[in-house]
């Protein structure tokens, strides 16, 4: 157990001292380290740059993308997912914003886009190109 003795005047040791007994300390100590941990994970949720960037999802299905138009923030940088639900390969490709990636069948990818201008930005399949068109709209 833990004590505290503080003298009341400074007459030296054999002064009359008030002992305050601190057997309540452990629980002090499981709250500080309570409030420690809080406040980390208040720094972890704490919106990083990295971590406020938007995330759209784009299905690819049927030879088509769903959706096939996509409303991004205007000069910010956003990841796409997207998601190749066909069983055969597909090239996600923009010459619009300067892309090209294979997605093989049942798979998906991440694709970093921008930041863009205020504009419209076709993408497209290259390999189902007659159905498999989209378009990003920055705004
Ligand atoms: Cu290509």
């Known amino acids: 157990m833990l004590r505290v003795i503080i003298n009341n005047n400074a007459d030296g040791p054999t002064a009359k001292q008030d002992v305050y007994d601190l057997g309540e300390l452990p629980v002090i100590r499981n709250r500080l380290i309570l409030l420690a941990i809080f406040s980390s994970t208040l720094a972890i949720s704490t919106p990083a740059p990295a971590g406020e960037m938007p995330i759209f999802t784009i299905r690819i299905k049927d030879h088509r993308f769903h959706p096939e138009e996509v409303q991004i923030p205007a000069n910010t940088k956003v990841k796409l997912i997207v998601k190749n639900e066909d069983a055969t390969p597909e090239e996600f490709e923009s010459h619009d914003f300067n892309r090209e990636k294979i997605i093989p069948g049942g798979k998906q990818t991440v694709v970093f886009v921008g930041p863009l201008k205020v504009g419209t930005y076709k993408f497209f399949g290259e390999f ?9 709209i920055a705004k």
């Open 128 to 136: 189902n190109p007659d159905t498999a068109q989209g378009r990003l």
